[in-house]
């Protein structure tokens, strides 16, 4: 599934290959004529799908909002979008839902997905003990692809059209295989971040042009390849070599890892538009600014930066230093990755942040975020973080068809007042109806389209046994002996 054209290996295909999910594939491509009424004359030509009487958000400032309009999608495109558009395609009823461009995440780990919410009391040291240093070792390919496909389903039943993943497995060349057929499997749009693993057998980085050769000779697919690096020279000039973006972990207090060792790359001329810093916490405010005065990008995990001590999310900082940042997940080990959350957790700490220093006495603050805002980091700074504008992050005919339908009819939203407080305000995953990807619908009425949840539920199940076992935790869901468990 996907548009990737490449095959991967043999013998990974072997190992990971699970003949349900290539027909959840097939199911995927053929979901636009799935519960729909179909075209009043169907022939050979453009698929063609009518998005009817939605309120329309678009995130383009020459296209505006919409309290009623249509958008018409043509194969992988959006062609129009304005109100009474008619034309032969097939019709989705949008008059009870919000229509904007879909969630992007800048930054996961979907490897770690059948260990989601296991260490919902870790703070870094416990993650850094008993996940990245212990779970990542026992990791099989066949647990890097289940982790990656069903985090790349979890995201696209949240509304998340793109997404980066940053799986820090790559223990061998096999389980880079696994982990981007895991994301093409999906359906989801991704930015494969080859990021490093652990072992003997771990090549990382220098299977970056195997990788690039077998699986990413066109740009124009779904999953496409970025380098995730540590703050170091070497991998920056690799990446650059080889045209990739460049994704980065940056917390301050950590060793090599901080905001200043950034900034001595940044002497020898290396910070540029390339760059994705991810986190980039108990920064400086010159620091900051040095991020925006070379053009780079930010990813800011709010939830999980405040739970985990990664320091205070910097997101006032951001915003004094002119940069409206991208919104990330991180580890569903931890916190739950959709972007209801990721949105929400920023509007408010940003709010709190900014009342305490009214209620002390403090004038002429900055601007509180709006509902808006956030949702416009959630989107269209999610798409200028990963350089993918051009493509996706806003409703802009001519640009690829990723959208998400929210339903404006469910208990948390009755009556129906405002868009944008809706979204921030009040919805949660539940609210996402429809989820379309460069055309296709993927998600319609609530459910997720060729996906066998029970199927894929046992699969995890097996996959999380086993790392479980290697591990030697406790297998009981209430047991919270271990710390941060
Ligand atoms: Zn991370």
Redo the contacts with the bound molecule.
């Keep these: 599934m996907g548009d990737n054209g490449a095959k991967p290996s043999r013998s990974t295909t072997e190992r990971v290959d699970r003949r349900a999910l290539m027909k959840a594939g097939a199911a995927l491509l053929a979901s636009t004529a799935v519960g729909m009424a179909r075209p009043a004359v169907a022939q050979r030509g453009p698929v063609r799908t009518l998005l009817k009487g939605g309120v329309v958000l678009s995130f383009d400032p020459a296209v505006g909002d919409f309290e009623k309009a249509d958008i018409l999608i043509e194969d992988k495109k959006i062609v129009a979008l304005r109100p009474d558009i008619s034309a032969e395609a097939v019709v989705i009823d949008a008059s009870r839902m919000i229509v904007l461009p879909g969630f992007i995440d800048t930054?996961?780990?979907f490897y770690q997905s059948a260990l989601r919410n296991l260490l919902p009391n870790g703070v870094l040291t416990d993650y850094f003990r008993d996940i990245s240093g212990a779970a990542t070792n026992h990791y099989r390919p066949e647990d890097a692809y289940m982790g990656n496909l069903i985090g790349a389903l979890r995201s696209l039943d949240a509304g998340i059209t793109t997404i980066t993943d940053?799986s820090?497995v790559s223990n061998t060349p096999e389980h880079s295989d696994a982990l981007i057929k895991g994301l093409t499997d999906s359906g989801i749009r991704a930015i494969y971040a080859y990021s490093r693993g652990s072992g003997a057998g771990a090549k990382w980085p220098g299977d970056v042009e195997r990788l690039q050769k077998q699986y990413f000779s066109s740009t124009d697919q779904l999953v496409t390849l970025a380098l995730g690096t540590a703050v170091n020279k070497d991998q920056w000039l690799l990446a650059r070599r080889f045209g990739l973006r460049i994704f980065t972990?940056v917390v301050g207090g950590n060793r090599g890892l901080g905001p200043e060792d950034v900034m001595k790359l940044g002497d020898e001329g290396l910070m540029g538009p390339d760059n994705v810093y991810?986190?980039f916490t108990n920064a400086t405010n010159d620091q900051m600014r040095r991020i925006k005065d070379t053009g780079g990008w930010l990813s800011i995990?709010c939830p999980?930066e405040m739970a985990m001590r990664h320091g205070m999310s910097p997101i006032q900082q951001a915003l004094d230093a002119g940069i409206r940042p991208s919104l990330?997940s991180?580890?569903e080990t931890t916190m739950a990755a959709d972007m209801f959350t990721q949105m929400r957790s920023v509007f408010i700490l940003q709010r709190a942040l900014l009342n305490d220093r009214s209620i002390k006495g403090e004038k002429d603050l900055p601007p509180l975020l709006s509902a808006r805002d956030v949702i416009e980091f959630a989107t269209l700074q999610g798409a200028r973080a990963d350089g993918m504008e051009a493509k996706v992050g806003t409703l802009t005919p001519g640009k690829e068809a990723d959208i998400v339908m929210l339903r404006t009819d469910l208990p948390n939203t009755l009556p129906f007042n405002s868009a944008y407080g809706a979204i921030t305000t009040a919805m949660d995953t539940s609210n996402v109806d429809t989820v379309i990807i460069a055309g296709k619908v993927v998600k319609r009425a609530g459910k997720l389209l060729g996906v066998d949840l029970d199927r894929m539920g046992r699969e995890a199940a097996a996959s999380r046994d086993y790392l479980v076992g290697k591990l030697g935790w406790p297998r009981s869901v209430i047991d919270t002996s271990l710390s941060g468990h």
């Design positions: 930054h996961h780990h940053l820090q972990h991810i986190h995990a999980i990330s991180d580890v």
